[in-house]
């Protein structure tokens, strides 16, 4: 089985309706759904600040390419328009990290790079992973590393660029009745 932290974020539209787009189209598969962030754009670029939230995910069915699809799928269903980099979206679904088992899934492949190689150095993702995992770890690297401490690493100002909201994404463990 594999199992998934994916980092989804939005600063175009209705951003809370986009992030709910990926909790919806992911279905049963979704484990756990962190609090909504709101967060100041990263990467230079002048622009809105994004809503963002950490999903864990898992399904037999799928292996780390397959969650890459099914993201970039979500991506596409949204509107995603890749003009710029670290530009405004409509919707990013990025994996951050992909289980094979017990087992963390390295790839420096051409199309997936895992763990994904910036998300330690993301107050954004971490913070929100964080909420929803607290024990989460991160092999950065070649070594595993507490998301805890990745955490600390970075700047205090970033963190603090990362405010929590009163939003929440409609989530359920169970399936509804009919």
């Known amino acids: 089985m594999t199992s998934t932290v994916l980092s989804i974020g939005s600063n175009i539209g209705d951003r809370l309706a986009r992030l709910q787009s990926v909790v919806d189209g992911l ?11 709101e967060t100041d754009a990263w990467g230079g670029v002048e622009q809105s600040p994004f809503l963002n939230a950490v999903l864990l ?8 390419h397959d969650w890459l699809r099914r993201g970039q ?21 990025d994996l951050v990290t ?9 790839s420096r492949g051409e199309d997936l790079t895992l763990p994904h ?16 995992d607290p024990d989460a770890t991160l092999t950065v690297v070649g070594r595993s590393r507490r998301v805890a401490h990745l955490l ?8 603090a ?10 989530f359920r463990t169970e399936p509804a009745a009919d």
């Open 27 to 37: 279905g049963n598969a979704v484990r756990a759904v962190s609090p909504v962030f």
């Open 57 to 64: 995910a898992d399904d037999p069915a799928l292996d780390c």
């Open 73 to 93: 799928r979500l991506e596409e269903e949204a509107d995603r328009v890749r003009e710029q980099k670290w530009g405004p979206r409509t919707l990013d679904v």
């Open 98 to 106: 992909c289980h094979d088992g017990d087992v963390e899934v390295l």
């Open 117 to 132: 190689p910036l998300a330690h150095l993301r107050a954004f993702v971490l913070i929100p992973w964080l909420a929803v």
């Open 152 to 159: 600390e690493d970075i700047d205090p100002a970033e963190r």
């Open 161 to 170: 660029g990362v405010r929590p909201t009163d939003l929440a994404l409609d």
